[in-house]
């Protein structure tokens, strides 16, 4: 019989790797013929299996497969499913009350949690944070307060950024398909600019951060002018875009020319934050202190919760009452994030991130040495990628990308792709997997790569 512990996700599931049907088993198939009856075409599926518990460093199917997660729900559950300390205080939280709205009568979780990202994120600067539900709802509102700080409309963003999918946030994103196509009218005064790809640069990684910034300066202040720009906005390592670590010496120069013209500075952190990449924010690896961040996913263990940090005086600019949403900041998100940053603190979760960066990229490295399909292996901390591309030259190959997500489906492994090429498969485990499952799930890599 099974503990009734073991019945729950969490930390108390198998960690083990487990295939005991077809991917996707019979359950999964009948679910996904009623998905198809019930939910939108528009919601995609990756992984054409339906969950029933996670935790650790694996997701169980309802057939009974185990697989072991790379990709944490799209970097979300980095203290792993179900966490205790997060279920622990979430469901303290949930008998006492769900909901008040923080712009009705507020509760103690929202300023804890305010509190905390004032102490986290970069800079001793004076902070404060709102919160909201979703990383594109933080975007906005970073936009929003940069224009009410500055008076200012025009919005600077990257070639292969990605912030989000409603309207001002698609307009924020650089890739089309499949995140625009169709949608449009976007919102006016957006404007992008390029950014320092080492392994794309067509001069060379050596003077890629030089003349890309040159280049995205000029542009600035040719096309837009610096005295329009309200705020410049950048992910540190650019997520959705392919894991593309911006050449050294990049951002410090474009956070140099925002500070020189009045611009706000703003860092998405909404992926590669919250211990990801080895640290708690990704832009701390430069010394960068930026103006406002925004954060999501990673900051409360799965549950939906997200903020805009920054400068005291940045922050306060937006009118008494101009910003918020029913939900913002709901007080069982607030709980969980904080049992989530207890843990992460608690666990060194950016010590964590850094050992699986030991453990991975020596063998990614390796690989890349084995199969000329990998053109670079890259990222930092548990934030770490492979662009592949057709033997011989740089040609992206997402035909390749997906062949190689699909065979390590096959085998119980979880690996997302991602890029503006489709042909980059990113690595996002759960800070908190076991250093046998990730070894394991290496392995079934390589072998999927020896397959295609
Ligand atoms: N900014 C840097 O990575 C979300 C997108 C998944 P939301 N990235 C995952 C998908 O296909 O929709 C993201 C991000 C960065 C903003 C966002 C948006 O965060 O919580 O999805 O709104």
């Known amino acids: 019989m099974t503990a009734k512990s073991e019945l729950s996700g969490g930390p108390t599931l198998p960690q083990e790797r487990r295939v005991v049907t077809a991917i ?13 009856a019930a939910v939108a075409d528009g919601i995609g599926t990756v992984l054409p299996v339906f969950a029933r518990r996670a935790g650790g460093g694996v997701l169980e199917d309802v057939d009974g497969n185990s697989f072991i997660d790379l990709g944490s729900g799209i970097a979300v559950t980095s203290v792993g499913n179900s966490a205790e300390a997060v279920v622990r205080r979430a469901t303290e939280q949930l008998n006492d009350f769900t909901h008040t709205c923080a712009m009705v009568t507020p509760y103690e979780p929202y300023v804890q949690v305010c509190e905390e990202l004032a102490e986290l994120t970069p800079g001793d600067h004076a902070k404060k944070s709102a919160l909201f539900n979703s990383g594109a709802e933080a975007v906005e509102n970073a936009v929003k307060i940069a224009r009410a ?6 919005v600077v963003v990257f070639d292969h950024g990605y912030h989000g999918r409603t309207n001002l946030t698609m307009a924020l994103t650089s890739k089309n398909m499949p995140y625009k196509h169709g949608f449009g009218p976007f919102a006016p005064e957006v404007y992008r600019v390029p950014v320092a790809y080492p392994y794309r640069w067509l001069t060379g990684p050596e003077n890629c951060a030089e003349e890309a910034a040159a280049q995205a300066i000029d542009q600035i202040t040719k096309q837009v002018g610096a005295d329009n720009v309200a705020a410049i906005i950048i992910e540190p390592v650019l997520g959705e875009g392919g894991f593309i670590v911006p050449a050294k010496g990049f951002l410090p120069r474009i956070q140099q020319f925002a500070r020189d013209n009045g611009i706000v500075f703003v860092a998405d952190e909404i992926q590669s934050g919250f211990c990801r990449t080895g640290q708690w924010f990704a832009c701390e690896d430069e010394g960068l202190v930026p103006d406002l961040i925004t954060t999501a996913k990673g900051i409360a263990g799965g549950l939906p919760l997200a903020a805009v940090t920054g400068r005291a005086e940045i922050m306060d600019s937006a009118h008494s009452g101009g910003l918020g949403g029913t939900y913002g900041g709901n007080p069982v998100a607030c709980a969980a994030a904080l049992g989530a940053i207890e843990t992460a603190r608690e666990l060194d979760l950016p010590a964590r991130a850094r050992r699986i ?8 490295e390796k690989m890349a ?6 053109g670079e292996v890259r990222g930092r901390g548990a934030m770490l990628a492979i662009e592949l591309v057709k033997p011989g030259g740089k040609e992206p190959n997402p035909e390749a990308t997906a062949a190689l997500a699909k065979a390590c489906h096959q085998q119980g492994l979880l690996i997302l792709t991602t890029g503006t090429y489709g042909n980059v498969v990113r690595f996002l485990p759960p800070l908190v997997i076991g250093e046998d499952l990730l070894n394991e799930g290496l392995g079934i890599l390589e072998d999927a790569l020896a397959s295609l």
Not at 26 to 32: A, I, R, V
Request: net charge positive; no cysteine; hydrophobic share 30%.
């Open 149 to 154: 700080h500055t008076g200012r409309q025009a």
């Open 24 to 36: 996707p088993g019979p359950k999964s198939q009948e679910l996904m013929a009623r998905k198809q």
């Open 357 to 364: 960066e030991e453990v991975m990229k020596p063998r990614l």
């Open 369 to 374: 040495e084995r199969f000329d399909v990998i």
